[in-house]
């Protein structure tokens, strides 16, 4: 009895200690076959055997390695990409990756380095991205330098580091990345930059850092891509400290959870006159005041950013801010556009004044000096517009993108927009448009290509609301109504028949009659998800080569074979949620969908209805058998076969017992 | 007998299968409110305690909050809706990070790092609703990030 338990132990705990195995090498989830895999947060002590030797990219965070040795990773000999972050990694010894020859990235966000060996480096051929976020370090000497002259990105952010001082032997050549955020620079002096002004095109991020002194010449002739002292407490340290540097971008804005930031005086901003520098970001700064003394050295920008800035108006007799393009004043407090003062920024391609906390009035004629603007965002800015567009937008004539969406009311007149030709993209999304019967509000437009009408509550019954629209390529239109729920023959999509993009989704539609998008010969991406369609009515589209066709969410259960047939080339379908029937009657699908997998989205969703017994199941899983099937016909000809050859031999024998009596 | 049992229970703690659901952690008891909070996060639990429960106003009141990040924060979106008795005291959605637009520190943090937040909030509503002999209890709605307070006898 004894010897029997024993026994039943031993095979349970074998059997046990198999599926473990087994269990830990197979967790890993495949990205792409042989190429792709992701280990993340499985509780693995090693690189699972399992893996394929020539594995490129490989998610190992939230493991648990607390030391890497020069045995960890040789068996990935093609890894090109290895994300350590979280696990747990405390000592890095010599030669982790010297069988790693193709590496070139290597992630250790977030493990608490205790040491590096000088040769923890050695072994990639080109390491170009080194992240080192959040590891514990306090000086950037910590880091071994050996093997990293190719490295590109350098990210030490959220560390201890209080000297920006690099070490003689710093990789500079290839250099184009240091992240030096949320650390402990408090000064910078002129030693601490040096080595810096061997780099190209550097973007080096000093955010978060409490920088409160910086040596008058630190940065002499150096030139940088970007430089980045967001959050800084007083900006004429900063500004101070860098005169006479080159850079293109320089960050000098603020956030919401920094305190005790010294709103900007005109002086503080003198020392940009010094500054070669194209775009300024001062997000969140205020102004004590904002005057044109200001503005006497912004004059040489090309795009400043005064996002949350506190701006009630702008000084009308501002001059030399000729060679501005872009201009941010988003979140700020304008009541009327005037008060922009446009005629300030006569070069201007881009301006944006969204997201306004106050209503805002667009007045007339008050852009009318931005004869070269290109790009205009007044999205969610609270505009109500009475008398939509022409005096607002009057001398926009070089208008390709505008966005007036997420605002009150828009009311369009007739020619809404004669006054912007040129426009290619028209957003007017979530606002509660009024159109007349009558006017055709659209209708010089011929080069709009993209047009988002999304929740306006428009009539799309007018039938002529699309007139004069015949380029446009993309037409959204989700959440507008139509008539009793049903797209007719004869609708306003005869007016664009350019279209290859068509979104209805959550049109509370209920049916789509059979022509009803055939003059739309380019049509070839339909969104009619969300709706309460019954039916599948590919018939009403000319042609259904390499088509999407999204039927999301809607009410359908049958769908006859022939309405899928036809699509044909690379197209896609989605039938996902909707209560389709897993029964003979709709077979025709069934089948269908099983021959067609590689046309299908959202396989996951797509489901039996769950009224009937293969409730929730995937349609891919069913298997029904209709009819009598191949089987059936088989034994019926046999038995036929057998039935024939029966009466023959009793014909035969019938008639030689005949004979013999005669 | 006893050979068998053990096995058994050897058996049983090897296969045995923790399910993976947070607890719910008490952030105030105190005589006239209770605050409790469960993550919906399908990969971690979270951090967050009130100071001072019994000073609690709507104006203004400190949290200390942490949490290790398992994605960048290159978009972050805040969605609080605050149901209480059915009724939508609060809703708040607002967008916290997105490319070009870091509204605060945090915006464009790593994969695997620590954030730790210690100050103060503010739930901009005019004051708390009185309600009485009310438990609430919270279960997830959707694998991430949304709560449903359900509701319970007391």
Known sequence: MACCIYCLILMGLFCVSCKTSEHVDMVCTEITANKNYCCEDLGLTEIPKALPAITEILDFSFNFLPSLHNSTFNMLKSLVYLDLTRCQINWVYENVFQSNAKLNTIVLTGNLLLFLAETAFAGPYSLKHLVLTQTGLTSIMFIPLHNLDNLETLLIGSNHISSLELPPNFPTRELRYLDLQMNNIESISTRDTKILKQTQNLTLSLKGNAIVHIEPGAFNSSSFYSLDFGGCIDISVILAGIQNIQTVILWLGTFQDVEGTLPISPVMLQDLCSISVENVNLQMRHFRPLSTATFLCLTKLRNLDLTHAGLTAIPPNISGMKMLKELNLNENSFQHICNISSAVFPSLTHLSVRMNLEELNLGSGCLEALTQLQYLDLSNSQIENSDCCNEQLKGLSNLQYLNLSYNKQHWLKNGAFNECAKLEVLDLAFTHLHISAS???????????????????????????????????????????????????????????????????????????????????????????????????????????????????????????????????????????????????????????????????????????????????????????????????????????????????????????????? | MKMLNAASFILVLLYAHVSKEWPTHTVCKEHNLEIYYKSCDPVQDFALSIDGCSRITVRAFTIRAALVLRHSIKKLFLNVDLIINGKSILNYSSTLCEPGRPRFTFCGRMKGEHIYYEGPVSLGIHELPQVSSLFSFLKCKSPVGLWEEGRGAK
């Open chain 1, 439 to 662: 006017q055709g509000s659209f209708h010089n437009l011929h080069l709009l290509q993209i047009l988002n009408l999304s929740h306006t509550f428009i009539n799309t019954g007018i039938q002529h609301l699309l007139t004069g629209l015949q380029n446009l390529v993309l037409l959204n239109l989700d959440s507008n109504s139509f008539d009793s729920g049903i797209i007719l023959n004869d609708n306003l999509f005869q007016e664009v028949p350019s279209l290859k993009e068509l979104i209805l989704s959550s049109c509370e539609l209920i049916s789509v009659q059979s022509r009803a998008f055939h003059s739309l010969r380019d049509l070839k991406h339909v969104d009619l998800s969300h709706n309460k369609l019954t039916a599948l009515s590919t018939e009403a589209f000319s042609n259904l080569k390499n088509m999407y066709l999204n039927f999301a969410n809607n009410r359908i259960h049958f769908i006859p074979r022939d309405m899928l047939t036809s699509l044909s080339g690379k197209s896609i379908i989605n039938l996902s949620y909707n209560p389709l029937e897993c029964s003979c009657s709709n077979i025709g699908l069934l089948t269908w969908y099983k021959q067609n997998l590689d046309k299908i989205e959202a396989p996951e969703g797509t489901v039996c209805c769950e009224h009937k017994s293969l409730a929730g199941m995937k349609l891919s899983a069913v298997t029904l058998s209709c009819g009598m099937g191949t089987a059936g016909a088989v034994f019926l000809a046999l038995a036929v076969i057998i039935v024939i050859v029966a009466s023959l031999i009793l014909t035969v024998r019938f008639l030689k017992r005949q004979y013999h009596q005669i």
